[in-house]
């Protein structure tokens, strides 16, 4: 039992690092004016040290001939020797070419995961459901009862995105009996590429070998090229270094400390092929019930388990729940007892998303106020993201780099099969809402980043 229950929280850690959700958080001090909506939001900043030379520096007086000349060469290569010794070692993963035969295979795979998951397969419907293990309640005495191999503990999980997806893998892998209730009603294709790193990897093949044999087959490998940092303007002087706009700041390499722990190279898989790989190779077919919403659950109490009850009235029962229904979670919602609005507007994993710019819109609007009852904190920051059908000038060199600017800053990476994923990064106070397109301007989003990038 203890080991089960370190498994899942160990993998809990797990689908955080694949999922990407990572924010600034900053102290109060630091807060902005409330929006229209009466949210007030954080925005992140500098504080101590740095705060202190940046103030100093601002208060020098600028002479000019300091900041005149180019950047320095060495930070317009690539490659440096020190990354480039790395990838030459003989246990480092070799550069596969862009190519039409590479290109057509990754995004059919792609495709074909889309299909799949619009089919329903391995879904659980029909008569399977009706007799599922989850609709009747055990007897069980105070204090618990005695799991075994043949009455294991049983495990409902919250949410159908690749947390909950990971979650459940890792419990059938312990012997546990498991169900995911996904809220939407299929896994479609939504969200971009995610990169898997080394050691989530290395905890994947540990959970089920096939799963990461899988994923290792299906993804783009983009440890064997440079990832780093550069400059998105012109900065600096003679004193402390010049910097043209692209200039590298920082350059590194994912493959050595994976060569030195023995892990496997870091690869970018769409999101999709990942969810229809767990769905095959994690746990029996019948496992995913879709169109089921946790809505509330009960802890039964001493040792009994919990009762949950959907959206639409579905009462199941588990000895455990676990909540990984996503930043809008309907069970940290009761958990903590959070406002009725908490729960937004069921967001998924497996299948959220805007449908059009008007749909946008309104999302945008009501996660400012959904924040503030879900207790969350907005980064600071509104991101604009997109996977364009793009081959990058500096694609067999450079897997992934961030273009630092002015309170803002662009992320570019290979989402493989000759795609860029990009990320538009402008920090403002929360509550924005794009303009709705016009004939003047029918694109207004792509207006904006054109202007502030």
Same mark, same amino acid.
């Given at each position: ?42 925005? #992140? ?38 990354? #480039? ?82 979650? %459940? #893998? %890792? ?24 990169? &898997? ?122 000895? %455990? ?24 507007? #069921? ?44 081959? %990058? ?8 780099? &961030? ?51």
């Amino acid at each position: 039992m203890k080991s089960s229950n370190r498994c899942i929280a160990t993998t809990l850690a797990i689908a955080a690092s694949i999922s990407q959700t990572a924010a600034f958080t900053t102290p109060p001090s630091s807060r902005v004016s409330p929006t229209q909506l009466n949210v007030v939001g954080e925005q #992140a900043s500098s504080i101590g040290p740095a705060q202190v030379l940046r103030n100093l520096k601002e208060k020098l007086p600028q002479i000019s001939w300091l900041a005149e000349g180019g950047g320095s060469a060495s930070n317009k290569i690539d490659i440096p020797d020190h990354v #480039a010794s790395v990838l030459a070692q003989p246990s480092a993963p070799k550069r596969e070419a862009e190519s039409d035969e590479r290109t057509e295979r990754i995004r059919n795979r792609a495709k074909q995961a889309s299909e799949d998951a619009m089919k329903l397969r391995g879904m659980l419907i029909g008569e399977d459901d009706e007799k599922a293990w989850w609709r009747t309640q055990k007897s069980i005495p105070e204090g618990g009862r005695v799991v075994t191999k043949d009455d294991p503990l049983t495990v409902i999980v919250a949410g159908g995105g690749l947390a909950g997806l990971v979650v %459940a #893998a %890792a419990a059938h892998a312990k012997g546990m009996k498991v169900a995911l209730f996904e809220q939407a009603s299929s896994y479609a294709p939504y969200g971009g590429p995610i990169q &898997i790193q080394s050691n989530a990897l290395r905890a994947l093949q540990q959970i089920n070998p096939a799963i990461f044999e899988e994923i290792v087959a299906a993804g783009t490998c983009t440890a064997d090229r440079v990832s780093g940092l550069k400059i998105g303007y012109r900065k600096g002087n003679k004193l402390a270094g010049l910097y043209d706009a692209g200039d590298w700041l920082v350059r590194f390499d994912t493959i050595g400390p994976a060569l030195e722990a023995g892990l496997p190279a870091t690869v970018v898989v769409d999101r999709p092929v990942i969810q229809q790989i767990l769905v095959k190779h994690g746990f029996p077919e019948g496992t995913v019930r879709i169109k089921s919403r946790i809505q509330q659950y009960e802890d039964l109490g001493k040792g009994r388990g919990v009762a949950v009850t959907l959206e639409d009235g579905t009462k199941a029962y588990a000895d %455990a729940l676990v909540g990984a229904d996503g930043i809008w979670s309907q069970v940290r919602k009761n958990l903590h007892g959070l406002d009725d609005g908490a729960g937004g507007f #069921a967001a998924s994993g497996a299948a959220g998303g805007a449908l059009d710019d008007a749909e946008a819109r309104k999302l945008a609007r009501d996660t400012v106020q959904i924040a503030a009852k879900a207790d969350r904190r907005f980064s600071g920051f509104t991101c604009y993201a997109a996977l364009a059908p793009h081959r %990058a000038s500096n694609i067999e060199n450079v897997s992934y780099q &961030i273009l630092l600017g002015e309170k803002k800053y662009f992320v570019s990476t290979d989402g493989g099969g000759d795609r860029q994923q990009w990320f538009a990064l402008i920090r403002e106070p929360a509550g924005g809402v794009d303009p709705e397109p016009t004939p003047e301007d029918p694109h207004p989003k792509l207006t904006r980043l054109r202007k502030e990038f």
